[in-house]
């Protein structure tokens, strides 16, 4: 039995000698063969083989060494390629983001200059509209000051009349200083409110409104908002045939763009009487009465005094 194993060993050991020879030999390892062509006697072979054991044992440790160091370079190697396909990924990840900021900060930077070019028109705007206040204000300025004018003549008329014993007539101005009606009883649709506008259609109106229009069939009767008297009427360009009726303690009311009057100036009116029809007299887009209230020259908002 132990023969047998000898055999075996003997056999083992000769095809590892075998194969380390053959290694020796294509790898030029002249020592080693050396070694084993000067053995004398068996036991120097024995020996040998066991040396050659030893060697090939040996040379498995470091081969196994070589493929773990192998292993490793491979792991190392995916592990690297891994991490260069993450770097790509983000690389690309972050050129998007880079193009989509750029994307945005081009966006941002278009309605930048939109805002500006909407901050600059507005701006012309609020200078044209302040200059439309300026003028209107100068107008009603104005307009009141020949309110007051005939007011005055018209109480110096009376006193010089009664002063003389003459029996003229001379009218009474009525008015308490309030207001009670809407000036176009037939039609309530305010289209235009008061304050600042733009009227697309007829760009030559008023930045800032100073009253309100009502819409209004052409002909429909306007009616005196309060008792008063009719201290103006009168037409021009703008405001087309108009009345200004006085209703005393600083409050006055405009009717303008009307057809005809049903009053004369310096006529008194009560609240509610007809005082003369809408039409399209002066600027405007069509039949309407554009309405305004002062108090004290100062133009105020209608709808503050009266509702439709």
Not at 274 to 303: A, D, K, M, Q
Request: glycine share 8%.
């Amino acid at each position: 039995m132990k023969l047998q194993n000898a055999y075996i060993m003997e056999k083992n050991q000769y095809e590892s000698m075998k194969k380390r020879m053959q290694y020796a030999y294509e790898n030029g390892d002249i020592d080693y063969i050396q070694a084993l062509i000067e053995i004398e006697n068996f036991d120097g072979f024995v020996n040998q083989s066991e040396y050659v054991e030893q060697v090939s044992i040996f040379d498995q440790e470091q081969l196994n060494k070589l493929m773990a160091i192998k292993q490793e370079i491979a792991t190392g190697e995916e592990e690297m390629q891994k991490k260069l396909k993450d770097i790509k990924e983000i690389k690309a990840e972050n050129k998007a983001e880079q193009e989509e900021l750029k994307g945005l900060q081009d966006e941002k930077k278009e309605k930048l200059k939109e805002y500006e070019s909407q901050i600059s028109e507005t701006n012309g705007l609020i200078y044209d509209l302040d200059a439309d206040i300026e003028a209107k204000t100068i107008e009603i300025a104005a307009l009141q000051a020949e309110v007051e004018k005939k007011r005055q003549e018209v109480a110096e008329a009376r006193v010089k009349a009664a002063e003389s014993g003459d029996d003229t007539y001379i009218p009474e101005i009525k008015g308490d200083g309030t207001i009670c009606c809407w000036p176009c009883p037939s039609w309530h649709q305010v289209d235009s409110p008061f304050g600042p506008r733009y009227v697309e259609d007829c760009p030559e109106a008023s930045r800032y409104h100073n009253g309100i229009d009502i819409s209004g069939d052409y002909g429909v009767e306007i009616v005196a908002a309060g008792e008063g008297y009719v201290s103006t009427t009168a037409y021009n360009d703008a405001r087309g045939y108009y009345i200004i009726v006085d209703h005393g303690n600083g409050l006055c009311t405009l009717y303008q763009h009307m057809s005809g009057y049903a009053v004369s100036e310096g006529d008194n009116v009560s609240a509610g009487q007809v005082i003369g029809y809408v039409g399209e007299s002066g600027v405007g887009t069509g039949p309407h009465l554009h309405f305004e209230v002062w108090v004290n020259r100062g133009p105020v908002n209608p709808e503050l005094y009266i509702q439709p």
